[in-house]
């Protein structure tokens, strides 16, 4: 089936883009130094591991310009788990299949915890993405392997691993941010097929004991001559994989202009479920220090081989990756008020399976800190600022389904 694909404006792409995957790639680690980020390439394999602030290092930055500001509680406590801190900003450009719309958006905020502390296995006090003799934090390869690959381990091809928490931010005026919001905005939406419709959005990560969970970026970084064969140059050097899960609330829903009521807790019958892919079929592939594309749609990644199977994986281990895909928009739930369930309508118009994405992340501006005072504040040095805004260019549209829209 030929989808004619419409393209939206601006403001309708920045929140209707929540609808199909929101803000899930604000990855991007530092490559080159900025202001307080330590010099140090997360995708070289012979990087030096990089030690936790000292004490004396933590008293010297102890003070906190954002302390007392809105979000400033919801944010872990300074290089409390990660080796440096700082903002990222991130476009996207996705299709709702349901809406046949082509979406765009621009400037999407996100606060990065780069080099989460993961040396030792216990008790972490320092950092490593390292693969080496020296400094043997290796995996095995959990995507790709080769047929001579046995139980020995020394068969087998190996990466380094790492990650990295991701924070949400909507900025707000006068300082601060709603810690968890990836969008808040008026969207545009198709209601029975036909009638144009428009309703507010808002797109959370959810909350657990009160805390804000954060998305989560995984990078595995090859080691191309280890093994049974040396790794062939047509599988990447790193996979990245940015996920977690989000909650989709609509309010304020006009349909043909007419306002209907749908109460304060219409949203998605569960959370949804976020995969994007380092995505280098743009020509521009994926690196965590430096930015790049990811993606989520189908074939782009092969997704696990099985369960993750080492204690460097922590909490993590045990689990299974699936695939790439484009993102699951569940049915709407809680929709209406006065005993009218709106909950089908809704689900019509904003509900689908298999919505695909990609997503252009900037540079970290590295600070050892998220500066909430001024989110939009230039980093790096006064011969090489580097700035949050404007925001990465809009990316090309993802390949659809089935060479849908072809």
């Avoid at 390439?41 to 004396?56: G, I, L, M, R, W």
């Avoid at 040396?119 to 400094?135: H, Q, R």
């Avoid at 998220?370 to 549209?397: A, F, H, N, Q, Y």
Wanted: charged share 15%; proline share 12%.
């Amino acid at each position: 089936m030929r989808i004619p694909l419409t393209r939206a404006g601006a403001r309708v792409g920045r929140a209707a883009s929540g609808v199909l995957l929101l803000g899930a790639a604000f990855l991007a680690l530092p490559t080159s130094s900025a202001t307080g980020d330590p010099e140090v390439d997360p995708q070289s394999a012979s990087q030096s591991s990089v030690k936790a602030p000292t004490p004396e290092l933590k008293a010297l930055i102890a003070d906190d310009p954002a302390e007392g500001l809105p979000g400033f509680d919801d944010l872990p406590p300074r290089l409390s788990i990660s080796q440096t801190e700082g903002i990222v900003t991130n476009s996207q450009h996705a299709v709702a299949r349901r809406a046949k719309m082509s979406i765009t958006s621009q400037q999407i905020w996100g606060g990065l915890y780069f080099g989460e502390l993961n040396d030792p296995l216990e008790n972490p006090t320092a950092y490593s993405a390292n693969c080496t003799a020296k400094i043997p934090h290796c995996v095995p390869d959990p995507f790709y392997q080769p047929s001579c690959a046995t139980d020995d381990p020394a068969t087998q091809w190996v990466t380094g691993y790492f990650r990295t928490p991701l924070y949400p931010l909507k900025p707000l005026e006068g300082g601060g941010a709603e810690v968890g919001i990836l969008t808040e905005d008026k969207i545009n939406l198709i209601a029975f097929g036909t009638i144009p419709a428009t309703a507010n959005l808002t797109i959370s990560v959810p909350r657990v004991n009160g805390k804000v969970q954060p998305l989560m970026a995984h990078s595995w970084n090859r080691r191309r001559t280890r093994g049974c064969i040396n790794v062939p140059t047509d599988i990447p050097g790193a996979s990245t994989v940015v996920e977690g899960k989000v909650d989709i609330r609509l309010s304020d829903l006009e349909v043909d202009g007419v306002p209907v009521e749908l109460g304060p807790n219409c949203q998605t019958n569960r959370p949804i479920d976020l995969y994007l892919w380092g995505d280098a079929s743009t020509g521009r592939p994926y690196a965590p220090g430096s930015g790049g594309y990811l993606a989520a749609f189908d074939g782009l990644h092969p997704g696990s081989r099985g369960p993750l199977n080492d204690p460097y994986y922590f909490e993590d281990n045990g689990r299974t990756i699936p695939a790439s895909t484009g993102i699951d928009i569940p049915p709407f739930a809680n929709c209406g008020t006065s005993g009218d369930d709106l909950s089908p309508l809704v689900s019509a118009m904003a509900s689908g399976p298999n919505n695909p994405v990609r997503a252009l992340q900037g540079g970290l501006i590295a600070w050892n800190r998220i500066p909430l005072e001024d989110l939009s504040k230039c980093g790096g040095s006064p011969t090489r600022p580097v700035c949050p805004l404007p925001g990465p260019e809009v990316p090309p549209m993802p390949p659809l389904p089935d060479g849908e829209g072809q």
